[in-house]
Protein backbone atom coordinates (compact mmCIF):
# COMPACT_ATOMS: atom_id res chain seq x y z
CA UNK A 1 0.00 0.00 0.00
CA UNK A 2 0.97 3.52 -0.81
CA UNK A 3 -0.31 6.26 1.51
CA UNK A 4 -1.90 9.38 0.06
CA UNK A 5 -0.07 11.47 2.66
CA UNK A 6 2.52 11.16 5.35
CA UNK A 7 3.18 13.43 8.60
CA UNK A 8 6.87 13.69 9.85
CA UNK A 9 9.19 15.69 11.25
CA UNK A 10 7.89 16.23 14.42
CA UNK A 11 6.17 14.43 17.55
CA UNK A 12 2.77 12.93 17.05
CA UNK A 13 0.88 12.26 20.12
CA UNK A 14 -1.87 9.51 19.28
CA UNK A 15 -3.68 9.91 22.83
CA UNK A 16 -3.71 5.96 22.48
CA UNK A 17 -2.39 4.60 25.51
CA UNK A 18 -0.67 1.47 23.66
CA UNK A 19 1.06 3.74 21.20
CA UNK A 20 1.45 7.58 23.17
CA UNK A 21 4.03 8.77 20.71
CA UNK A 22 5.63 8.49 17.14
CA UNK A 23 7.16 10.01 14.26
CA UNK A 24 5.17 9.26 11.36
CA UNK A 25 1.32 8.69 10.21
CA UNK A 26 0.23 7.48 7.36
CA UNK A 27 -3.33 8.42 5.60
CA UNK A 28 -4.98 6.80 2.66
CA UNK A 29 -8.34 7.35 1.80
CA UNK A 30 -9.45 9.43 4.87
CA UNK A 31 -8.00 7.01 7.33
CA UNK A 32 -5.19 6.33 9.67
CA UNK A 33 -3.43 3.61 7.75
CA UNK A 34 -0.24 3.13 9.62
CA UNK A 35 2.25 4.92 12.70
CA UNK A 36 6.01 5.05 13.02
CA UNK A 37 8.29 3.45 10.53
CA UNK A 38 5.28 1.04 9.04
CA UNK A 39 3.92 4.68 8.19
CA UNK A 40 7.48 5.52 6.32
CA UNK A 41 7.27 2.37 4.64
CA UNK A 42 4.07 3.45 2.54
CA UNK A 43 5.32 6.34 1.32
CA UNK A 44 5.44 6.18 -2.91
CA UNK A 45 6.30 8.65 -5.42
CA UNK A 46 2.40 10.48 -5.32
CA UNK A 47 2.36 10.49 -1.71
CA UNK A 48 2.26 14.21 0.19
CA UNK A 49 4.18 14.46 2.71
CA UNK A 50 3.36 17.18 5.08
CA UNK A 51 6.64 18.76 7.20
CA UNK A 52 5.28 19.21 10.82
CA UNK A 53 8.42 21.34 11.10
CA UNK A 54 9.08 20.10 14.90
CA UNK A 55 5.54 20.48 16.23
CA UNK A 56 3.22 17.95 16.81
CA UNK A 57 0.53 16.77 15.36
CA UNK A 58 -2.65 15.40 17.54
CA UNK A 59 -6.46 13.73 16.98
CA UNK A 60 -8.31 16.46 16.48
CA UNK A 61 -10.77 18.34 19.03
CA UNK A 62 -14.26 18.46 19.29
CA UNK A 63 -16.88 20.40 21.06
CA UNK A 64 -18.44 19.38 23.26
CA UNK A 65 -21.35 22.44 23.48
CA UNK A 66 -21.19 25.50 21.34
CA UNK A 67 -23.91 27.65 19.26
CA UNK A 68 -22.16 28.14 16.17
CA UNK A 69 -25.32 29.62 14.11
CA UNK A 70 -27.13 31.54 17.21
CA UNK A 71 -23.18 33.03 17.97
CA UNK A 72 -22.81 33.52 14.35
CA UNK A 73 -25.66 35.24 14.23
CA UNK A 74 -25.59 37.20 17.49
CA UNK A 75 -22.49 39.03 16.39
CA UNK A 76 -23.16 40.42 13.38
CA UNK A 77 -24.72 43.41 15.60
CA UNK A 78 -23.51 46.14 17.38
CA UNK A 79 -19.68 44.81 18.60
CA UNK A 80 -20.79 45.16 22.59
CA UNK A 81 -18.30 41.47 23.60
CA UNK A 82 -14.81 43.70 24.06
CA UNK A 83 -16.56 46.27 25.88
CA UNK A 84 -14.64 47.25 29.41
CA UNK A 85 -17.50 49.41 30.59
CA UNK A 86 -20.85 50.62 30.17
CA UNK A 87 -20.06 53.75 28.51
CA UNK A 88 -18.05 51.56 26.06
CA UNK A 89 -21.60 49.86 25.55
CA UNK A 90 -23.87 52.25 25.30
CA UNK A 91 -21.11 54.01 22.21
CA UNK A 92 -20.92 51.22 20.28
CA UNK A 93 -24.65 51.11 20.15
CA UNK A 94 -24.84 54.76 19.60
CA UNK A 95 -22.19 54.48 16.45
CA UNK A 96 -23.72 51.59 15.21
CA UNK A 97 -27.40 52.56 15.35
CA UNK A 98 -25.88 56.07 13.37
CA UNK A 99 -24.33 53.67 11.20
CA UNK A 100 -27.83 51.77 10.52
CA UNK A 101 -30.47 53.92 9.91
CA UNK A 102 -32.35 51.15 8.04
CA UNK A 103 -32.15 48.80 11.20
CA UNK A 104 -35.62 48.42 12.48
CA UNK A 105 -34.01 46.83 16.09
CA UNK A 106 -30.69 47.66 17.51
CA UNK A 107 -29.19 43.84 18.93
CA UNK A 108 -25.89 43.22 19.95
CA UNK A 109 -24.62 39.79 21.84
CA UNK A 110 -22.23 38.55 24.60
CA UNK A 111 -21.47 41.65 26.86
CA UNK A 112 -20.05 41.29 29.87
CA UNK A 113 -22.57 40.83 32.79
CA UNK A 114 -20.19 42.53 35.24
CA UNK A 115 -20.24 45.86 34.03
CA UNK A 116 -23.27 46.77 36.07
CA UNK A 117 -23.08 46.51 39.96
CA UNK A 118 -25.68 43.12 40.74
CA UNK A 119 -25.63 42.80 37.24
CA UNK A 120 -28.70 45.48 36.79
CA UNK A 121 -28.73 47.42 33.13
CA UNK A 122 -30.77 50.32 33.06
CA UNK A 123 -32.83 51.28 30.12
CA UNK A 124 -32.44 54.97 30.20
CA UNK A 125 -28.76 54.17 29.29
CA UNK A 126 -29.88 53.10 26.11
CA UNK A 127 -32.67 55.59 25.37
CA UNK A 128 -30.06 58.44 25.88
CA UNK A 129 -28.73 57.22 22.61
CA UNK A 130 -31.42 55.08 20.89
CA UNK A 131 -34.77 56.74 22.22
CA UNK A 132 -37.00 55.96 18.71
CA UNK A 133 -36.16 52.10 18.04
CA UNK A 134 -36.12 49.25 20.01
CA UNK A 135 -32.51 48.16 21.38
CA UNK A 136 -31.78 44.96 22.92
CA UNK A 137 -28.68 43.62 24.09
CA UNK A 138 -27.73 40.15 25.47
CA UNK A 139 -25.23 39.21 27.72
CA UNK A 140 -22.26 36.39 26.62
CA UNK A 141 -24.43 33.80 29.06
CA UNK A 142 -27.55 35.12 27.07
CA UNK A 143 -29.58 34.61 30.41
CA UNK A 144 -30.00 38.36 30.60
CA UNK A 145 -30.97 40.99 28.37
CA UNK A 146 -30.75 44.99 28.55
CA UNK A 147 -33.36 46.42 26.72
CA UNK A 148 -34.17 50.12 26.16
CA UNK A 149 -37.59 51.48 26.68
CA UNK A 150 -39.11 51.30 23.36
CA UNK A 151 -38.24 47.75 23.09
CA UNK A 152 -39.86 47.24 26.80
CA UNK A 153 -42.94 49.32 25.30
CA UNK A 154 -43.33 47.09 22.16
CA UNK A 155 -43.16 43.76 24.41
CA UNK A 156 -45.89 45.73 26.60
CA UNK A 157 -43.82 44.99 29.86
CA UNK A 158 -45.08 47.76 32.50
CA UNK A 159 -45.45 48.02 36.08
CA UNK A 160 -48.89 46.15 35.81
CA UNK A 161 -47.11 43.28 33.88
CA UNK A 162 -46.92 39.92 36.11
CA UNK A 163 -43.52 37.93 36.27
CA UNK A 164 -43.72 35.88 33.58
CA UNK A 165 -42.77 31.77 34.14
CA UNK A 166 -39.39 30.72 33.72
CA UNK A 167 -38.26 34.39 34.05
CA UNK A 168 -37.86 38.03 35.19
CA UNK A 169 -38.49 41.42 34.40
CA UNK A 170 -36.21 43.10 37.48
CA UNK A 171 -38.65 46.22 37.95
CA UNK A 172 -37.45 50.12 39.88
CA UNK A 173 -38.81 50.67 43.30
CA UNK A 174 -41.83 52.01 41.03
CA UNK A 175 -42.57 49.19 39.71
CA UNK A 176 -41.58 49.52 36.55
CA UNK A 177 -39.25 47.45 34.37
CA UNK A 178 -35.51 48.46 34.71
CA UNK A 179 -34.54 47.14 31.45
CA UNK A 180 -32.90 44.04 32.64
CA UNK A 181 -34.51 40.58 31.78
CA UNK A 182 -33.52 37.65 32.79
CA UNK A 183 -33.88 34.33 31.96
CA UNK A 184 -36.34 32.88 28.57
CA UNK A 185 -39.90 33.66 30.19
CA UNK A 186 -38.49 37.58 30.12
CA UNK A 187 -36.70 37.32 27.74
CA UNK A 188 -38.47 35.35 24.73
CA UNK A 189 -41.20 37.96 24.50
CA UNK A 190 -39.16 40.66 23.32
CA UNK A 191 -37.15 38.27 21.22
CA UNK A 192 -40.29 37.30 19.12
CA UNK A 193 -40.21 40.86 17.94
CA UNK A 194 -36.93 40.70 16.44
CA UNK A 195 -37.09 40.56 12.69
CA UNK A 196 -35.38 36.94 11.93
CA UNK A 197 -32.06 37.37 9.64
CA UNK A 198 -32.42 36.16 5.97
CA UNK A 199 -31.30 32.80 5.44
CA UNK A 200 -28.59 34.31 3.26
CA UNK A 201 -27.45 36.24 6.40
CA UNK A 202 -27.40 33.40 8.30
CA UNK A 203 -25.52 30.89 5.98
CA UNK A 204 -22.78 33.61 6.13
CA UNK A 205 -22.88 33.15 9.55
CA UNK A 206 -22.58 29.41 9.47
CA UNK A 207 -19.70 29.48 6.75
CA UNK A 208 -17.53 32.05 8.72
CA UNK A 209 -17.72 30.78 12.31
CA UNK A 210 -16.88 26.90 10.94
CA UNK A 211 -14.25 28.11 9.34
CA UNK A 212 -12.83 29.89 12.78
CA UNK A 213 -13.90 26.87 14.47
CA UNK A 214 -11.83 24.41 12.31
CA UNK A 215 -8.73 27.02 12.52
CA UNK A 216 -8.92 26.60 15.62
CA UNK A 217 -8.25 22.76 15.78
CA UNK A 218 -11.71 21.28 15.36
CA UNK A 219 -13.81 18.63 13.39
CA UNK A 220 -16.71 18.44 15.02
CA UNK A 221 -19.17 19.97 17.20
CA UNK A 222 -22.46 19.90 19.51
CA UNK A 223 -24.82 22.69 18.56
CA UNK A 224 -26.35 22.72 21.79
CA UNK A 225 -29.54 24.73 20.66
CA UNK A 226 -31.13 24.18 17.66
CA UNK A 227 -34.60 25.36 17.09
CA UNK A 228 -36.84 23.82 14.33
CA UNK A 229 -36.85 26.82 11.94
CA UNK A 230 -32.97 26.54 11.90
CA UNK A 231 -32.82 23.15 10.68
CA UNK A 232 -33.16 24.22 6.90
CA UNK A 233 -29.98 26.64 7.42
CA UNK A 234 -27.58 24.04 8.40
CA UNK A 235 -29.24 21.50 5.76
CA UNK A 236 -28.84 24.81 3.65
CA UNK A 237 -24.79 25.23 4.48
CA UNK A 238 -24.16 21.50 4.19
CA UNK A 239 -25.66 21.15 0.56
CA UNK A 240 -23.91 24.37 -0.40
CA UNK A 241 -20.06 23.32 1.16
CA UNK A 242 -20.21 25.96 3.47
CA UNK A 243 -19.22 23.72 6.96
CA UNK A 244 -16.12 23.41 8.20
CA UNK A 245 -16.59 21.07 10.82
CA UNK A 246 -19.06 18.24 11.27
CA UNK A 247 -21.99 18.98 13.83
CA UNK A 248 -24.87 17.26 15.56
CA UNK A 249 -27.59 19.54 16.04
CA UNK A 250 -29.25 19.28 19.39
CA UNK A 251 -32.66 20.14 19.12
CA UNK A 252 -34.33 22.19 21.71
CA UNK A 253 -37.17 21.08 23.91
CA UNK A 254 -38.65 23.50 26.30
CA UNK A 255 -41.13 23.07 29.28
CA UNK A 256 -44.48 24.29 27.63
CA UNK A 257 -46.24 22.39 25.57
CA UNK A 258 -43.43 19.53 25.05
CA UNK A 259 -45.41 16.47 24.75
CA UNK A 260 -46.89 18.29 21.28
CA UNK A 261 -43.42 18.68 19.88
CA UNK A 262 -42.06 15.31 19.80
CA UNK A 263 -43.59 14.45 16.53
CA UNK A 264 -41.40 17.35 15.15
CA UNK A 265 -38.26 16.86 16.77
CA UNK A 266 -38.25 12.98 15.07
CA UNK A 267 -39.33 14.89 12.11
CA UNK A 268 -36.38 17.39 12.34
CA UNK A 269 -34.12 14.45 12.74
CA UNK A 270 -35.26 12.67 9.86
CA UNK A 271 -34.54 15.47 7.85
CA UNK A 272 -31.07 15.78 9.19
CA UNK A 273 -29.81 12.17 8.46
CA UNK A 274 -31.44 12.37 5.08
CA UNK A 275 -30.26 15.55 3.98
CA UNK A 276 -26.94 16.16 5.88
CA UNK A 277 -24.21 14.26 3.32
CA UNK A 278 -22.30 12.45 6.16
CA UNK A 279 -22.25 16.41 7.82
CA UNK A 280 -24.49 16.26 10.38
CA UNK A 281 -26.41 14.18 12.77
CA UNK A 282 -28.97 14.59 15.50
CA UNK A 283 -28.36 12.41 18.56
CA UNK A 284 -29.22 15.17 21.40
CA UNK A 285 -32.02 16.91 22.53
CA UNK A 286 -31.41 19.77 24.69
CA UNK A 287 -33.21 20.74 27.81
CA UNK A 288 -32.47 23.89 30.20
CA UNK A 289 -32.81 22.94 33.98
CA UNK A 290 -32.01 26.36 36.07
CA UNK A 291 -30.39 29.35 34.71
CA UNK A 292 -26.58 30.74 35.91
CA UNK A 293 -25.66 31.79 38.76
CA UNK A 294 -24.73 35.53 38.39
CA UNK A 295 -28.13 36.41 37.42
CA UNK A 296 -29.32 34.38 40.58
CA UNK A 297 -31.70 32.07 38.12
CA UNK A 298 -29.40 28.78 38.63
CA UNK A 299 -31.48 26.40 41.15
CA UNK A 300 -29.64 25.89 44.14
CA UNK A 301 -30.16 23.58 47.07
CA UNK A 302 -29.78 26.02 49.54
CA UNK A 303 -30.49 29.70 49.33
CA UNK A 304 -28.38 32.56 47.70
CA UNK A 305 -26.17 34.00 50.22
CA UNK A 306 -26.87 38.05 48.84
CA UNK A 307 -30.44 37.16 48.71
CA UNK A 308 -31.26 34.87 51.38
CA UNK A 309 -34.92 34.36 49.98
CA UNK A 310 -33.79 32.91 46.64
CA UNK A 311 -32.72 29.76 45.63
CA UNK A 312 -32.70 30.54 42.16
CA UNK A 313 -35.11 28.67 39.50
CA UNK A 314 -35.68 25.62 37.92
CA UNK A 315 -36.73 25.84 34.31
CA UNK A 316 -38.39 22.33 34.74
CA UNK A 317 -40.50 21.07 37.70
CA UNK A 318 -38.44 17.63 38.40
CA UNK A 319 -41.62 15.77 37.51
CA UNK A 320 -42.22 16.93 34.17
CA UNK A 321 -38.02 17.01 32.86
CA UNK A 322 -38.65 13.34 34.51
CA UNK A 323 -40.86 13.00 32.12
CA UNK A 324 -39.88 14.63 28.99
CA UNK A 325 -36.20 13.22 29.44
CA UNK A 326 -37.98 9.83 29.53
CA UNK A 327 -40.05 10.47 26.45
CA UNK A 328 -36.71 11.42 24.23
CA UNK A 329 -35.25 8.86 25.69
CA UNK A 330 -37.31 6.21 24.51
CA UNK A 331 -36.91 7.78 20.77
CA UNK A 332 -33.53 7.18 21.01
CA UNK A 333 -31.84 10.68 21.68
CA UNK A 334 -29.36 11.26 23.77
CA UNK A 335 -30.39 14.41 26.92
CA UNK A 336 -28.27 17.05 26.72
CA UNK A 337 -29.24 18.78 29.36
CA UNK A 338 -27.45 22.64 30.90
CA UNK A 339 -27.62 22.66 34.78
CA UNK A 340 -25.55 24.77 36.65
CA UNK A 341 -26.93 25.09 39.98
CA UNK A 342 -26.59 21.81 42.42
CA UNK A 343 -30.35 21.57 42.57
CA UNK A 344 -30.16 21.90 39.07
CA UNK A 345 -27.67 19.14 39.02
CA UNK A 346 -29.72 16.56 40.48
CA UNK A 347 -33.02 17.27 38.91
CA UNK A 348 -31.05 16.09 35.95
CA UNK A 349 -29.49 13.34 37.29
CA UNK A 350 -32.94 12.20 38.78
CA UNK A 351 -34.40 12.91 35.42
CA UNK A 352 -31.78 10.61 33.78
CA UNK A 353 -32.06 7.82 36.49
CA UNK A 354 -35.81 8.22 35.64
CA UNK A 355 -35.12 7.04 32.10
CA UNK A 356 -33.16 4.72 32.58
CA UNK A 357 -35.47 2.53 35.17
CA UNK A 358 -38.81 3.27 32.83
CA UNK A 359 -37.23 2.37 29.73
CA UNK A 360 -34.81 0.02 30.37
CA UNK A 361 -30.73 -0.37 29.98
CA UNK A 362 -29.17 0.80 26.91
CA UNK A 363 -26.02 3.21 25.43
CA UNK A 364 -27.57 6.28 26.03
CA UNK A 365 -24.52 8.46 26.83
CA UNK A 366 -26.85 10.99 28.56
CA UNK A 367 -24.83 14.28 29.13
CA UNK A 368 -25.29 17.20 31.61
CA UNK A 369 -23.45 20.65 30.61
CA UNK A 370 -21.70 22.40 32.53
CA UNK A 371 -21.92 21.11 35.67
CA UNK A 372 -20.72 24.37 37.94
CA UNK A 373 -22.12 23.55 41.50
CA UNK A 374 -22.62 19.39 42.28
CA UNK A 375 -24.04 18.63 46.02
CA UNK A 376 -21.46 16.10 47.29
CA UNK A 377 -24.01 13.22 47.54
CA UNK A 378 -24.47 13.50 44.01
CA UNK A 379 -20.81 13.68 42.83
CA UNK A 380 -20.79 9.63 42.75
CA UNK A 381 -24.39 9.64 40.68
CA UNK A 382 -22.32 10.83 37.16
CA UNK A 383 -20.58 7.39 36.78
CA UNK A 384 -22.81 5.13 38.22
CA UNK A 385 -25.37 6.65 35.92
CA UNK A 386 -23.34 6.99 32.94
CA UNK A 387 -23.45 10.47 32.84
CA UNK A 388 -20.83 12.67 30.55
CA UNK A 389 -20.16 15.75 32.58
CA UNK A 390 -19.68 18.14 29.72
CA UNK A 391 -17.28 21.00 31.14
CA UNK A 392 -16.64 24.52 29.66
CA UNK A 393 -13.23 24.48 31.44
CA UNK A 394 -12.44 27.98 30.79
CA UNK A 395 -14.69 29.08 33.28
CA UNK A 396 -12.98 27.04 36.21
CA UNK A 397 -10.70 30.78 36.74
CA UNK A 398 -11.30 33.70 39.35
CA UNK A 399 -12.01 36.36 36.55
CA UNK A 400 -14.45 39.10 37.02
CA UNK A 401 -17.81 36.89 36.69
CA UNK A 402 -16.55 34.82 39.21
CA UNK A 403 -14.60 37.41 41.90
CA UNK A 404 -17.93 39.92 41.13
CA UNK A 405 -21.12 38.12 40.90
CA UNK A 406 -21.13 34.33 41.21
CA UNK A 407 -18.37 33.59 44.53
CA UNK A 408 -20.56 36.72 46.25
CA UNK A 409 -23.92 34.91 45.44
CA UNK A 410 -22.56 31.77 46.25
CA UNK A 411 -20.57 32.29 49.67
CA UNK A 412 -18.34 29.55 51.28
CA UNK A 413 -18.51 26.49 51.45
CA UNK A 414 -20.44 26.45 48.41
CA UNK A 415 -17.59 28.67 46.22
CA UNK A 416 -14.92 26.13 46.71
CA UNK A 417 -16.99 23.25 45.16
CA UNK A 418 -17.27 24.67 41.49
CA UNK A 419 -16.40 22.94 38.49
CA UNK A 420 -14.67 20.24 40.19
CA UNK A 421 -13.64 19.03 37.24
CA UNK A 422 -10.92 16.24 38.81
CA UNK A 423 -12.99 15.13 41.54
CA UNK A 424 -15.61 13.51 39.02
CA UNK A 425 -12.59 12.15 36.87
CA UNK A 426 -11.64 10.54 39.68
CA UNK A 427 -15.17 8.97 40.63
CA UNK A 428 -14.39 7.19 37.32
CA UNK A 429 -16.75 9.70 35.42
CA UNK A 430 -16.67 10.70 31.91
CA UNK A 431 -16.24 14.11 30.90
CA UNK A 432 -15.98 16.04 27.59
CA UNK A 433 -14.90 19.52 26.84
CA UNK A 434 -16.56 22.77 25.20
CA UNK A 435 -16.76 26.28 24.71
CA UNK A 436 -20.41 27.56 24.78
CA UNK A 437 -19.06 30.24 22.65
CA UNK A 438 -20.08 32.92 22.45
CA UNK A 439 -20.11 32.58 25.92
CA UNK A 440 -16.49 32.33 26.13
CA UNK A 441 -13.62 31.48 23.70
CA UNK A 442 -13.73 28.58 21.43
CA UNK A 443 -10.51 27.66 21.03
CA UNK A 444 -9.56 24.35 22.86
CA UNK A 445 -5.83 25.14 23.59
CA UNK A 446 -7.34 28.49 25.97
CA UNK A 447 -9.48 25.93 28.17
CA UNK A 448 -6.62 23.00 27.94
CA UNK A 449 -4.75 26.00 29.39
CA UNK A 450 -7.04 26.81 32.12
CA UNK A 451 -7.83 23.36 33.12
CA UNK A 452 -4.31 22.25 33.77
CA UNK A 453 -3.85 25.50 35.65
CA UNK A 454 -7.24 26.93 37.21
CA UNK A 455 -5.66 30.37 36.52
CA UNK A 456 -6.38 33.48 34.62
CA UNK A 457 -4.32 34.36 31.70
CA UNK A 458 -2.23 36.46 34.18
CA UNK A 459 -1.27 33.55 35.50
CA UNK A 460 -3.50 34.52 39.30
CA UNK A 461 -3.90 33.64 41.83
CA UNK A 462 -0.62 31.37 41.76
CA UNK A 463 -0.66 27.55 42.06
CA UNK A 464 -4.11 27.84 40.69
CA UNK A 465 -8.04 28.52 42.19
CA UNK A 466 -8.94 25.22 43.85
CA UNK A 467 -5.70 23.83 42.33
CA UNK A 468 -6.90 19.86 43.86
CA UNK A 469 -9.74 20.70 40.89
CA UNK A 470 -6.31 21.19 38.20
CA UNK A 471 -6.12 18.35 35.98
CA UNK A 472 -3.09 16.85 33.96
CA UNK A 473 -2.36 18.20 30.12
CA UNK A 474 -3.23 14.57 28.79
CA UNK A 475 -6.62 14.43 30.55
CA UNK A 476 -7.29 18.10 29.39
CA UNK A 477 -6.27 16.53 25.81
CA UNK A 478 -8.52 13.82 26.37
CA UNK A 479 -11.37 15.85 27.34
CA UNK A 480 -11.56 17.73 23.82
CA UNK A 481 -10.77 14.74 21.81
CA UNK A 482 -11.49 11.25 23.01
CA UNK A 483 -14.24 12.77 25.61
CA UNK A 484 -16.09 14.21 23.10
CA UNK A 485 -15.91 11.31 20.63
CA UNK A 486 -17.58 9.23 22.89
CA UNK A 487 -19.89 11.79 23.77
CA UNK A 488 -20.39 12.09 20.35
CA UNK A 489 -20.96 7.89 19.73
CA UNK A 490 -17.81 8.27 17.50
CA UNK A 491 -14.95 6.94 19.49
CA UNK A 492 -14.84 4.07 16.95
CA UNK A 493 -14.28 6.77 14.53
CA UNK A 494 -11.91 9.29 15.69
CA UNK A 495 -10.65 11.17 19.05
CA UNK A 496 -7.06 8.57 18.98
CA UNK A 497 -4.72 8.20 16.32
CA UNK A 498 -4.72 4.35 15.52
CA UNK A 499 -4.37 2.76 12.03
CA UNK A 500 -8.18 2.12 10.76
CA UNK A 501 -9.55 5.39 12.35
CA UNK A 502 -10.59 8.75 10.36
CA UNK A 503 -7.31 10.93 9.43
CA UNK A 504 -8.76 14.14 11.64
CA UNK A 505 -6.00 16.11 12.81
CA UNK A 506 -4.42 18.92 14.27
CA UNK A 507 -1.16 20.59 13.83
CA UNK A 508 0.66 22.53 16.20
CA UNK A 509 3.54 24.98 15.94
CA UNK A 510 5.08 23.68 19.31
CA UNK A 511 4.60 20.40 21.26
CA UNK A 512 2.07 21.11 24.29
CA UNK A 513 3.83 19.01 26.41
CA UNK A 514 7.10 21.22 25.92
CA UNK A 515 5.36 24.61 26.73
CA UNK A 516 4.47 26.50 29.85
CA UNK A 517 1.21 25.70 30.65
CA UNK A 518 -0.18 29.54 31.16
CA UNK A 519 1.20 29.54 27.62
CA UNK A 520 -0.61 26.85 25.60
CA UNK A 521 -3.25 29.43 24.72
CA UNK A 522 -0.59 31.18 22.52
CA UNK A 523 0.80 27.53 20.40
CA UNK A 524 -0.57 28.37 16.94
CA UNK A 525 -3.02 25.75 15.06
CA UNK A 526 -0.78 25.02 11.91
CA UNK A 527 -3.31 22.77 10.36
CA UNK A 528 -6.51 20.89 11.20
CA UNK A 529 -7.68 18.23 8.72
CA UNK A 530 -10.65 16.28 8.66
CA UNK A 531 -10.82 12.80 7.19
CA UNK A 532 -7.66 13.93 5.66
CA UNK A 533 -9.07 16.51 4.34
CA UNK A 534 -7.42 19.88 5.21
CA UNK A 535 -10.40 22.21 6.56
CA UNK A 536 -7.44 24.95 8.02
CA UNK A 537 -3.88 25.40 6.57
CA UNK A 538 -1.97 28.53 8.17
CA UNK A 539 0.36 30.61 5.98
CA UNK A 540 2.91 29.95 8.06
CA UNK A 541 2.71 25.90 7.85
CA UNK A 542 5.06 23.81 6.14
CA UNK A 543 3.86 22.78 2.40
CA UNK A 544 3.32 19.72 1.80
CA UNK A 545 5.47 17.87 -1.03
Known amino acids: MRADMLFTG ?71 RDCTSLAEVVEAVRAWAAEHPEAEWIRGDAFDPWLAEGGLFDARLLDAVVPDRPVLLRTMDHHTGWANSEALRRAGYTAGTPQPAGGEIVRRPDGEPLGTLREFG ?118 YTDCPHSHGSANWEAADLADAVTAVDALGFQPHIHAIGDRGVKIALDAIEAAGRRNGPRERRPVIAHVQLVDPADLPRFAQLGVIANFEPLWAQTDPLMTELTLPRLGEPRGSRQYQIAALLGSGARISFGSDWPVTRYEPLAGI ?97
Open 10 to 80: GRIHTGDPAAPVTDALAVTAGRITALGAAALAQRGGATRVVDLAGGALLPSWGDGHVHPLLGGVGLRGVPV
Open 449 to 545: ATAVTRQTPQGLPEGGWLPEERITLGQALAAYSAGVAHQAFEDGLWGVLRPGLRADLVHLAADPYDVPAGALADVPVLGTWLAGRPTHLAATAPAAR
Open 186 to 303: ALDPVLALVPAPSADEQLAALRETTAALAAAGLTWVQDAWVESAQVDIWLAAARAGALSVRADLGLLLQPDGWRGRLPQLTADRARIEAGGGGQLSSHAVKFFADGVIESGTAALLEP
